[in-house]
Structure formats: C-alpha cells, structure tokens
C-alpha cells in the first residue's frame, strides 16, 4: 500500500547548515505533500508539490519530485532552532494522505 | 477562515472505561475529514476518513468507532477502552480534491 518513507530517521546538524532529507514511495502520484510536526503537537502542512513540478520553493524550503524514482526530497536551508521538529512526507492514496515515521531534525545552537 | 478544534487536550481513562473525542471545523463546508493516531515515536497510522455526513470509512479493525453527526464534526468513541488504544489522536480536514489537510492540535490519550 501507499506510504512515504522518510530517509534518514533522525538528523542533527548545527544551526544555520542545510537539511536534506529524502521521501520514497510506492506507487504513482498526483501530488506529494510534505509537513512538519513539532513535538507533542500537530501536523503543519508545509508545501505540496504535484506530479507536472520537479521543483517547487517556499521560503527557506526547496522541495524537489522525481516521479520516474518515486522520490522526493525537502532542503531546508540556513536552518534555525526552530526548524527542529519531525518531517513527513505524504503521498496520497485516493482520498487519505498516508504518512511514515519521519524524520526527526535537530539544529544544535 | 477555516480553523479547526479538537478537544481535550489530554485524557487518561481506565482500562474498560468509554471514550469520546470531538472534532469540529469551522469556515468550511462538506470537508474531507480524518482521525489518525501516532504511537510513541512513530507514524501516523488512519483510523478513519469521512467524505459526508454518515460515510464513514474504516481503515483498520480495532476497538475504536467514528462518527459524522453534522457535517463539520466528527466523533471518535470507543465503547470499552484497551491499554494499546493509548496514543496521540490527530483530527484533520481537507477541501475536497488534492489539498492540504489541516490539523488539529491533537489529544494525548494514556489508558490506565
């Protein structure tokens, strides 16, 4: 069944790098959805992009679709404190997003 | 504009004890709407997703059952809890179509 996986599971850099993390799933999409949930809290639509983009930005995120690999991947750049949370992918399946287990973003200070 | 509540925050109920969280979205009509439950450290797993009122559709066999009384609530019950219904339960809705989904702030449920 459909569902995004995030790649790596957990990532810790210092504060003001770059963060790349990588989505893969299964089967042909129109859209891809990324969010963010910071602990204890809800989910955060972050952007969506659709399967006619390769390439989509929003402030300090850049996110890009490679539908031929079934990946995708979020950059996060010139990260901030604030930026550490966790980071899904989500993949539609009809009518339900199906999410994994993220990856959880740590910025040190 | 659209918001979304989702109540209570948090619950701790014993084993065997009924359940019942609410779910309402505001400024929006005929919404998508969701329940899912993110275990410890984990993903996100659906319980169940409603495109109207009374359709509701049941991802997984467990313990838990949804409900669609009005067109922008929805209400998540069980009638006799289990230890492994402890999680964090997550409300959200989306326009119909490809669209974000919108969540709410979740409640964290320890059965005791």
């Known amino acids: 069944s459909q569902q995004g996986e995030e790649d790596p599971q957990a990532l810790s850099i210092q504060e003001g790098e770059n963060a790349t993390m990588n989505c893969s799933y299964k089967?042909?999409?129109?859209?891809l959805q990324w969010y963010r949930q910071n602990s204890g809290r809800g989910l955060v639509h972050l952007i969506l992009?659709?399967?006619?983009?390769r390439e989509k930005h929003s402030g300090r995120l850049r996110v890009t679709l490679d539908t031929s690999k079934k990946s995708s991947s979020l950059l996060i750049t010139a990260s901030r404190a604030a930026d550490t949370a966790s980071y899904f992918c989500?993949?539609?399946?009809?009518?339900?997003?199906?999410f994994g287990t993220g990856t959880r973003l740590t910025i040190i200070p | 504009s659209q918001t979304i509540h989702q109540w209570p925050a948090t619950l701790v109920q014993p084993v065997g004890s009924p359940l019942s969280l609410e779910c309402t979205v505001e400024?929006?009509?005929?919404?998508?709407l969701y329940w899912y439950r993110q275990a410890a450290g984990r993903g996100l797993q659906l319980l169940f997703y409603?495109?109207?009122?009374?359709?509701i559709s049941s991802e997984v066999p467990q313990n838990l059952s949804a409900s669609r009384p009005q067109d922008r609530q929805f209400i998540l019950s069980s009638k006799k809890l289990l230890l492994s219904d402890s999680g964090f339960y997550l409300c959200?809705?989306?326009?119909?179509?490809?669209?974000?989904?919108?969540f709410g702030s979740g409640t964290r449920l320890t059965v005791v």
């Open positions: 959200a809705w989306s326009a119909y179509g490809d669209g974000g989904y919108t």
């Open positions: 089967t042909s999409i129109n859209n």
């Open positions: 992009i659709r399967s006619n983009e």
């Open positions: 989500a993949p539609p399946a009809g009518e339900k997003l199906t």
């Open positions: 400024g929006t009509s005929n919404p998508n």
């Open positions: 409603s495109v109207g009122i009374g359709q």
